[in-house]
């Protein structure tokens, strides 16, 4: 079975920390551009941060830039994204996602077509 599964969500206080894993099952995550997206209640799923097959290349959203850090583990199968400085306006679902054709800039900005793998999320809540 083909799967992302995401882990690492949970409740952080403002300024706090969490560091997000997703691990891919049935596939070869090395040979995909992985990223992470989130969607708030009531707004549009945006890319937060994406990172190309062979490491060498990552975007990250404005919002999102000097806090968070994308990085992944071929040979383990997963990607990461270090989150640090934690505020309100960054309480979303989170999603891991794969694609084997789509740029790092294409999949991040969602010019062209959606990631073709998703995982089902984890909630991330930033509150005091």
């Known amino acids: 079975q083909l799967q992302l599964v995401e882990s690492g969500g949970g409740l952080v206080q403002p300024g706090g920390s969490l560091k997000l894993s997703c691990t891919a099952s049935g596939f070869t995550l090395g040979y995909y551009t992985m990223g992470w997206f989130r969607q708030a209640p009531g707004k549009e799923r945006e890319g937060v941060s994406c990172?190309?097959?062979?490491?060498?290349?990552?975007y990250l959203v404005d919002s999102v830039k000097g806090r968070f850090t994308i990085s992944r583990d071929n040979a383990e199968n997963t990607v990461t994204i270090q989150m640090n400085s934690l505020n309100p306006e960054d309480t979303a679902v989170y999603y891991c996602?794969?694609?084997?054709?789509?740029?790092?800039?294409?999949?991040?900005?969602?010019?062209?077509?959606?990631?073709?793998?998703w995982g089902q999320g984890t909630q991330v809540a930033v509150s005091s």
């Open positions: 990172i190309g097959i062979s490491d060498d290349y990552t």
């Open positions: 996602a794969a694609d084997a054709n789509l740029s790092v800039q294409d999949m991040c900005t969602m010019t062209r077509e959606s990631p073709f793998w």
